[in-house]
């Protein structure tokens, strides 16, 4: 039944014919449909083609073409292997902390009440939507030298955790840290969350009854059943900190560079193709790997589709093994021991402690956000805070300089094509994931190649289309940097219109072919209007997604005519004049505007669903 | 279009997914104004068999026709049918309304006039307040809206796909005679889908019993109840009584036979002749046609008995209910009038049918008898 509609014909119009006859048209038919069924997938191939895997593979010809020196001159000694070893190094403790505090967070979400639930979604879920190299931008303020956190600076020089005590809290590592924790804790608090929301509330307190006191339960139970929230989390998290740029290229030390900051040297500044390729393929290795080995925990993939829940349930029981069961203390002294500093720590008042962590943590969160506003309005004529007065000055300066409007009708005309784009190719691979009527293997094959490119750092995809486009000469073409742009969002409107074609009753569109209408007609009458809040929360998505990027449009746009990131991006390499505050502002406008707007279709989303129940 | 041409004719219809073979040969005709019922568990291909004639699954061998016209390969939307489904699969983004006036659009109709027929329809299946989008609707309404949607054009016939799980005890018995009711007034031809016997039976002209992609028996209600022609049948419309038994030596009245109980030793029951000979099968007596006689009384006139040991005794109101245990340990059930005198637990009693009550049936699924 699942199949009847992609099965059923257009017209047929001999009603009797024989046996023999029938079988050819059905052939025929089946042949023709398969076609239909490819042509879904050719967009999206051509796309992947030009601006993914041409780019990757003519990047790997340096690879190959260049000696063994070469590489060992790159990536096997000084600054390059440093460099490395303390990307991978970063990236580590940038997840252990992601890990600590997001449990934290994802705890306190789970445990809160509707309220404070929907205040700390919205603390993890705007910064999520808002731009980094905007929430960068606010870093410098909060830790610039008359930032409002500069009074710290004694302690933590006497803490051992900045070099100097008279410099702010900027260009250092631990700079860099608490900018990457904050850019990288959403991205793992929301797939945590998104497991531990869908495990019973029961289980915990079953546990309980069992003899497992509150820790006990916690560890026996949350924590092994959350694994693969936390797993896909530490993955993502992971990944895109070794690919990371604009944090540590804004609030590091020059002296410590990341890999993908070496990589914009060579590629930007030295125009040394050979250099960036080595180092982007080095890069997109050390990513294979990673996610390869998070992948023995959990098939990321699984995470973004619906359905995935579920598994994730099944694998988590398997291997937290009879959790609920709390043996018995045998007298071991380390059992012993263990128990009663459980015990001990059972006694704490852990709702209050988390729920006060979590809005600790909430503020950390939204302080970028915030920072930028009382800034924005300073009257002073260089950047201080708290600013002595306040005026619409920089408003003024900003509005009018026309390289600010100019730059911002670049970056909607990209955005705008990008998005089109995506929807023109991502639309076709969604109902085919969701509808073809081929294998699961197929459907996953096509899934992971449509997500593939959020997967791949974009510091690389920008290496690779770099040295592509230039060898094909669309380097300041609008429309190669939006058909680059378009490749992030797709991912987006693939996995949002997937997950809501799982959900869509199929009896409604056979219900209309009953009632007389043709495929087409039933196309449009009824699957295209109730896929819209999801089509349209993907075309969101992929608008952002263009709008915020900056390094791929860094490389790819006309140098006359700059986008808003690039702008902005150039500006605060300069200096960090309060007008950038105005433009932040603009940024974070747009995501509260793209925010309400997810939240009305997710609404439609739900009724739409409670109806077709 | 003559008298005898059929509504619908299905002949040799063959499903199959994979290498399962899900419909099974299916072959049977339904007449004009006829309400025909597709009874049998869920799994065993009423769906498939619905969908295949909706023109939503396309059979691997065997033609439909409707009103004499071969649809086989029609796509759906030309074949002149209603469909009511299990969930309604009404279009949540559209009012009531505009979900009825869906299918007279479709086929051409004005926007005034297919909303005012729409109305109309609405009216006969008694909704009101027809603005609201079927997210705001009861259970009820909703199964009346998608009743109004598929009635609306007029279609030739009309399939229901148990249309009336989803509703609660009280609102399905209610719908059940509604939906009677509405077949009588306007005089249409329905092909209903359920594997609740009791839906089938109060409200079709003819059951067809279906078990695994194979029809067992299609008579009308009362002859699929009383007279099954297999065990399967008669298991699944209400309770019936077993025993294994296979045909025994020795002359027997016309029209009846001679049976051995396999593990009853040292007597022959008789029973109806069933219409094909075989050796062995079941002997099937329904609770209803059994009498409890003391133990050393003697057999009635035209009645066969066993001997038996009362095992409990339930007063339900309208009956009581007696459990009864065979010599063999067989369970089986009388069900006697209320004012019947109770037997005492643990005592010996003989339990007695008439000779025309008692079935003769084979345990393998016997060829449809039309
Ligand atoms: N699209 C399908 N693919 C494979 N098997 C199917 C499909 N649709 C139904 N079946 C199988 O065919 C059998 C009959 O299904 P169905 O007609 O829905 O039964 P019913 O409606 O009598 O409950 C079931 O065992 C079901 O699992
Ligand atoms: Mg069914």
Redesign the pocket.
């Known amino acids: 039944?699942?199949?009847?509609l992609q099965k059923t014909p257009a017209p047929r119009d001999a009603p009797s014919l024989d046996p023999q006859a029938t079988v050819a048209i059905d052939l025929r038919f089946r042949r023709g449909r398969s076609r239909i069924w490819l042509l879904a997938v050719v967009p999206g191939t051509i796309l992947l083609l030009l601006v993914i895997v041409a780019p990757m593979i003519y990047m790997a010809r340096y690879g190959v073409v260049v000696g063994i020196d070469r590489w060992w001159m790159v990536l096997g000694q000084p600054p390059g292997s440093t460099i490395l070893v303390r990307t991978v190094l970063v990236a580590v403790q940038v997840t252990l902390v992601c890990g600590l505090l997001g449990y934290l967070y994802a705890a306190a979400l789970v445990a809160a009440g509707p309220r404070l639930r929907m205040l700390l979604f919205a603390l993890v879920f705007v910064p999520f939507l808002t731009s980094v190299l905007v929430r960068t931008y606010a870093w410098m303020i909060l830790l610039g030298k008359s930032g409002p956190l500069s009074a710290l600076q004694n302690g933590l020089f006497d803490l051992g955790l900045i070099p100097t005590a008279d410099g702010g809290l900027l260009y250092n590592r631990f700079a860099v840290l608490v900018g990457m924790v904050n850019m990288m804790l959403p991205l793992f608090v929301l797939p945590l969350y998104s497991v531990m929301s869908k495990l019973s509330p029961q289980l915990a307190p079953a546990a309980r009854t069992m003899g497992a006191n509150r820790v006990g339960a916690f560890f026996r139970i949350t924590l092994p059943l959350s694994a693969p929230g936390a797993a896909a989390g530490a993955t993502v998290v992971f990944t895109l900190s070794l690919g990371f740029l604009i944090t540590p290229q804004l609030l590091g030390g020059t002296d410590d560079l990341m890999i993908a900051q070496y990589m914009l040297i060579r590629l930007h500044t030295f125009a040394d193709l050979t250099s960036a390729s080595l180092l982007a393929i080095g890069l997109i290795l050390l990513v294979a790997v990673i996610v390869a080995l998070f992948r023995v925990f959990y098939p990321i993939e699984n995470l973004v589709v619906a359905g995935a829940g579920q598994q994730a349930r099944r694998r988590g029981i398997r291997r937290s093994g009879a959790a609920g069961t709390s043996r018995p203390d045998r007298g071991r002294w380390w059992r012993i021991l263990v128990r009663s500093l459980s015990d001990a720590l059972a006694v704490l008042p852990w709702g209050v402690i988390t729920k006060v962590l979590a809005l600790v943590l909430g503020v950390f969160l939204a302080a970028p956000l915030l920072i930028t506003i009382p800034v924005s309005f300073t009257n002073d004529g260089f950047l201080s805070f708290p600013p002595s007065s306040y005026s619409f000055r920089w408003y003024a300066e900003v509005l009018g300089d026309p390289g600010w409007i100019t730059s911002l009708g670049e970056s909607l005309k990209v955005a705008a094509l990008a998005t089109v784009l995506s929807l023109v190719v991502g639309l076709p691979i969604a109902f085919f994931i969701a509808r073809a009527p081929v294998s699961q293997r197929v459907r996953s094959i096509v899934l992971v190649l449509s997500i593939l490119p959020v997967l791949i750092p974009v510091i690389v995809l920008a290496t690779g289309t770099y040295v592509w486009f230039l060898q094909i000469g669309a380097v300041g073409n609008v429309f190669a940097l939006a058909a680059a742009h378009s490749t992030l969002g797709i991912p987006f409107m693939v996995v949002v219109v997937v997950s809501a074609l799982r959900d869509f009753d199929r009896r409604t569109e056979m219900a209309a072919r009953t009632l007389g209408a043709s495929a087409p007609r039933t196309f449009l009458a009824i699957t295209l209007p109730l896929l819209r809040p999801a089509i349209l929360t993907g075309v969101l998505f992929a608008f952002l997604q263009s709008f915020d990027e900056l390094f791929i449009a860094l490389v790819l746009a006309s140098p006359t005519a700059p986008t808003l990131p690039i702008k902005m991006w150039l500006a605060t390499t300069e200096n960090i004049s309060p007008a950038l505050a105005v433009v932040s502002n603009v940024f974070i406008l747009f995501t509260l505007v793209v925010l309400g707007l997810l939240m009305v279709f997710s609404r439609t989303r739900k009724n739409l669903k409670k109806a077709s129940r | 279009m003559t008298e005898t041409v059929n509504q619908l004719e299905v002949s040799a219809l063959v499903?199959r997914?994979?290498d399962?073979t899900?419909?099974d040969d299916l072959a049977f005709a339904i007449g004009k104004g006829e309400f025909f019922t597709?009874l049998?568990?869920?799994?065993?291909?009423?769906?498939?068999?619905?969908?295949m004639i909706a023109g939503l699954?396309s059979p691997d061998a065997g033609t439909i026709r409707l009103r004499g016209d071969d649809v086989t390969r029609l796509p759906p939307e030309r074949r002149r049918i209603g469909v009511v489904f299990q969930n309604y699969a009404l279009f949540p983004h559209m009012s009531i309304v505009d979900n009825v006036a869906f299918g007279l659009r479709m086929h051409g109709q004005g926007k005034r006039a297919a909303r005012a027929a729409a109305e109309e329809m609405l009216d006969v299946v008694e909704l009101t307040d027809l603005h609201r989008l079927p997210a705001q609707l009861s259970g009820g309404q909703m199964q009346r809206v998608a009743l109004a949607r598929a009635l609306v054009t007029d279609p030739d016939l009309l399939l229901m796909?148990?249309p009336l799980s989803a509703l609660d005890r009280r609102l399905r018995q209610t719908m059940q005679f509604e939906l009677r009711r509405l077949q009588a007034k306007l005089g249409t031809t329905v092909l209903y889908?359920t594997?609740d016997q009791e839906e089938a039976l109060v409200l079709s002209d003819r059951i067809a019993v279906?078990n695994g992609?194979r029809f067992e028996q299609v008579a009308p209600p009362a002859e699929v109840y009383t007279q099954p022609v297999s065990a399967f049948v008669a298991g699944f419309l209400g309770e019936s009584n077993q025993l294994r038994v296979r045909l025994a030596e020795g002359e027997a009245p016309d029209g009846v036979v001679r049976l051995a109980p396999e593990s009853v030793g040292g007597r022959t029951l008789l029973a109806r002749r069933p219409v094909e000979a075989f050796d062995e099968g079941l002997l099937v007596v329904r609770p209803e046609c059994m009498r409890i006689a003391s133990g050393d009384a003697a057999r009635a006139a035209g009645a066969e008995g066993l001997p038996a040991t009362v095992d409990d005794v339930t007063f339900l109101g309208d009956h009581l209910r007696v459990g009864l245990l065979l010599e063999d340990g067989t369970a089986w059930t009388a069900q006697l009038p209320p004012g019947a005198a109770a037997p005492t637990v643990g005592s010996s009693v003989r339990v007695e049918w008439d000779v025309q009550d008692a079935a003769y049936l084979a345990t393998a699924p016997q060829q449809a008898r039309r």
């Open positions: 039944m699942e199949q009847a | 499903k997914f994979g399962r899900v419909v597709l049998g568990p869920s799994g065993c291909g009423k769906s498939t068999t619905l969908m699954e796909d148990e889908v594997h279906m992609g």
